[in-house]
């Protein structure tokens, strides 16, 4: 089924467990990815960043992920990543987006309630799920980079106002995390993400630039109340890679097939791997 992201995190809470949330950049991963959720029997997450819901078209994302869904017989939630524009997020809200990630990390506390709520208000007028975020994770997504000393840890107590404030239903927490970081593993703080936990009671929290996250750290973040696990780069890293190779060993007048199929096989082994380790199994 085609469902929210309030959903599918209030059933990964009762089962210690988070779903992966997977940027796609194309139509082309989005069998990888959901089949091979469904063969993991776990929910799953499609998000898109707002250049890639414009390049795709929007309602042909909504379209493509209700059908999959209804196709492979498996929850999936279609996410808009990082939106900042209002205009954006209300053209994803319309088109059917069930979830939206308002990110007003870089703006003033009150600033970012404020954006943030307004958000809420339209989304849930068209059924759709809202992630905040306080803090800033580090690196570079889509081309916008961060630089280390701008990163700000979330504090346990705004977010605590933050989430009674806002109505959110998943909030992303900078507890040390980069996006983009794919050579080299994450310093995760612990420490930073147990006093969030304390503090917000088991509300769900939202990891970004999974990429760099270490297997060893995943359960780790779980057990802490990570219920949203979010991994980009290394499913465009191993799509390139795959492809790169493809259209090495292929003719000019291959199949276009035979250069995404490898690509796609990448990609879904990836998702194996990373959903085997989110459903924490112990
Ligand atoms: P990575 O690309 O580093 O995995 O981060 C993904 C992400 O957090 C998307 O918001």
Known sequence: ??????????????????????????LEMLPAIIK???EQKTPVIIQTSEGTASYVGHHNLVAVCRSM?????????????????????????????????FDGSALPFKENILGTKRVVDYAKRGGASVEGELGTVGGTEDGVAVAQEDVRYTDPDQAVEFIRETGIDALAVAIGTNHGQYKSKTNISFE??????????????????????????????????????????????????????????????TSARNNVLPALDAVAEVVEHRIKLFKNLG
């Open 1 to 26: 089924m085609y469902v929210t992201l309030r959903e599918v995190l209030a059933e990964a809470t009762k089962l210690n467990m988070a779903v992966g949330a997977f940027n796609t950049h194309n």
């Open 36 to 38: 091979v959720a469904a």
């Open 69 to 101: 869904a209804d196709e492979y017989g498996v929850n999936v939630v279609l996410h808009l990543d990082h939106a900042k524009d209002f205009d954006e997020i209300r053209k994803a809200v319309d088109a059917g987006y069930s979830s939206i990630m």
């Open 192 to 253: 930073q993400l147990e006093k969030i936990r304390d503090a917000v009671k088991g509300f769900p929290l939202v990891i970004h630039g999974g990429t760099g996250v270490s297997d060893e750290d995943v359960k780790r973040v779980i057990d802490l109340g990570i219920r949203k696990f979010n991994v980009g780069t290394d499913l465009l890293v191993n799509w390139n890679l795959a492809s790169r190779h493809a259209y090495g060993e292929h003719k000019e007048n």
